[in-house]
């Protein structure tokens, strides 16, 4: 069966993940056992990231405004192509944290990571698009047909829940995996009738694909698929380098009220950043517009009323569900809302 794939991947992949202690514990500053910092005295902290507008705006606005300077932290961003690959580089010390979407909820879960800050809820980032002539003009039409996707993502997420809420049995459809480009591509080359992308890779097709049709999308499924992305932490870190921990937090405390409160400014801030090279300032603010982003007051009562917690427990089961995860664990488990709390609390006496 076609969803069945996924159990073997990500099993095997999980296999391998190396568990050795993190090479870059203790970056607190101003404390023993502290690792690598500037001159000035200022915490170096690699942050493993995906380039996309939805996961790595936060990041960018802080550095370019000097908002984690303000902090006594020093960013080292590294780039990743998918969230699985970055689990893997957090787990074996290659970076510090890491910010990613879907797999947030899959990968803490199994152990060895700890979530620690929310950046955002992505309701209509994934996107099914159909070939013209391929006679697939709902998602009840997937049935027997191939699709491309990149599974354990959002956008696979996506698709899990667009099958069901319309009465397709996910084992009937075939999906492709690649990686989101070499699924994008192909699609265009004829090698499935479609393909469930995330933004921006639809300007792709449209371009592309002039005659392709956008069948359906995750803002139908709302919220039950919608993805909350943000930052994990490897246990030791977590538990060696919490202070550093507080000040990444504090200082995303200052970059979303910038964020929030003056969106268009952020938004050419991150856009002259990180991906002027990329697209159009038009094409980032459009991005942007697929996510949703809360005030910290906003995000604070989430925290305490459970809500953070629950939309990472929605993905993590259908992870379960698709045999990404062998069973469902309380997101109490690897959740750590203390952390955002507390800060919350100081930025508010500040």
């Known amino acids: 069966m076609a969803y069945r794939r996924l159990t073997r991947r990500l099993t095997a992949l999980t296999a391998g993940l190396v568990a050795s202690t993190l090479a870059l514990a203790g970056c607190a500053l101003e404390s023993e056992g502290s690792t690598d910092q500037t001159d000035d005295g200022k915490t170096v902290v690699k942050v493993g990231y995906l380039h996309t507008v939805a996961v790595d705006s936060h990041m960018w606005l802080g550095i370019a405004e000097g908002i984690y ?24 010390g290659n970076v510090d944290v890491a910010a990613m979407g879907a797999v947030l909820s899959n990968f803490p879960a199994q152990g060895g990571s700890k979530v620690f800050l929310a950046n955002d809820v992505e309701y209509d980032t994934a996107q099914l698009w159909a070939a013209p002539g391929s006679g697939i003009s709902s998602v ?36 492709v995996n690649s990686d989101m480009p070499s699924a994008v591509s192909g699609f265009l080359s004829g090698a499935a009738p479609a393909v469930v992308l995330w933004v921006p890779f639809d300007k792709t097709v449209e371009t592309e694909m002039p005659k392709a049709s956008l069948v359906d999308s995750a803002k139908n499924y709302y919220p039950d698929a919608a993805i909350l992305g943000g930052w994990l932490a490897g246990n030791e870190f977590y538990e060696s380098d919490r202070e550093t ?36 300032l ?65 930025w508010k006496e500040s």
């Open 140 to 175: 009840k039409d997937l049935a027997g047909k191939k699709v491309l996707t990149t599974e354990g993502t959002t956008a696979h997420v996506y698709l899990h829940h667009a099958l069901k809420a319309n009465g397709v049995d996910p084992d009937s459809v075939t999906i």
């Open 245 to 280: 921990l507080d000040k990444l937090t504090l200082a995303w405390l200052d970059i979303n009220d910038l964020l929030v409160n003056d969106t268009e400014a952020s938004l050419q801030t991150v856009h002259e950043t990180a991906y002027v090279d990329d697209q159009e």
């Open 69 to 92: 300077d303000d902090h006594g932290l020093k960013i080292d961003p590294v780039p990743f192509d998918t969230g699985l690959e970055l689990s893997t580089a957090l787990q074996g």
């Open 282 to 346: 038009a094409d980032t603010k459009r991005n942007f517009s697929f996510e949703k982003v809360y005030s910290n007051d906003e995000w604070a009562q989430m925290y305490e009323n459970g809500e953070v917690e629950k939309w990472i427990g929605q993905v993590e089961k259908v992870f379960v569900e698709v045999g990404g995860l062998p069973k469902f664990v309380d997101p109490s488990e690897f959740v750590d809302t203390q952390i955002f709390l507390d800060a919350h609390a100081e």
